[in-house]
């Protein structure tokens, strides 16, 4: 069965601060696909990056970085220096073939991230 | 350009009356999906529609749950005779195709007196 564990309910941190959130997935399959979200307060879902199963090279953009490893079966997240525009809640998620065809996102249950000025 | 489109943004209704909630996917994206964001069950997902092929129902939660979507554009997800634990926002997403990401709506906020 697929399943996505976001241990970290919420996270409070001061500006500039670096901060991980945790990512922790389980399937059966050997193709799957993996993805961070961002949800503000204004409540919109913001893709943030999609990695497939067979590409585990870390990936760095501008603040952010993932770190994606199969041994482990973990896709953390790490904001770099993190500013108060930070704040929000960020979903983990998983997609493969026991979806239906990759077609439905299994999400964790979100991590709180609340950056203080 | 305009990203997923959904309405209204705020529904309050009575119990056991039925709602329509309309969501319009990006435009070109062939696929589109239904979720739930509730406090007791997080992000789920309850209906996938790509291009003419039959739905993927798997997640509606009871047969009061039904969806369409109307020349491979605009959907509506409707609920009958809703119950007090329909209360969620329900957010729809859409897709270039089925394994892309998903970009989403900002969600209609249901809430059931």
């Known amino acids: 069965a697929q399943k996505v564990t976001q241990a970290q309910t919420e996270i409070s941190v001061v500006e500039k601060e670096d901060v991980t959130l945790d990512c922790v997935y389980e399937t059966r399959d050997t193709t799957y696909y993996l993805f961070w979200y961002k949800q503000p307060p204004s409540g919109e879902l913001v893709f943030l990056i999609r990695?497939?199963?067979?590409?585990?090279q870390n990936e760095i953009s501008g603040r952010y970085s993932w770190n994606f490893q199969k041994s482990t079966s973990s896709f953390n997240f790490t904001i770099t220096a993190s500013q108060v525009v930070d704040s929000a809640v960020y979903f983990c998620a998983l997609s493969d073939s026991g979806s239906g065809g990759y077609n439905k996102l299994i999400f964790g249950a979100g991590t709180r991230l609340a950056v203080h000025p | 350009g305009a990203g997923v489109s959904q309405s209204p943004s705020n529904k309050v209704t009575e119990k056991g009356k039925d709602v329509e909630l309309r969501c319009d996917p990006i435009s070109g994206h062939t696929a589109l999906y239904w979720y739930r964001q509730s406090l007791g069950q997080g992000l789920e997902f309850l209906i996938y529609f790509q291009g003419n092929s039959a739905p993927d129902k798997s997640g509606l939660p009871s047969d009061r749950f039904s969806a369409e979507r109307t020349g491979g554009s605009v959907s509506t997800l409707t609920i009958q005779r809703t119950q007090q634990e329909d209360s969620a926002v329900y957010l729809c997403a859409s897709s270039l195709t089925g394994r892309q990401p998903q970009h989403f709506g900002d969600g209609t906020r249901l809430s059931i007196l």
């Open positions: 990695r497939n199963s067979f590409d585990e």
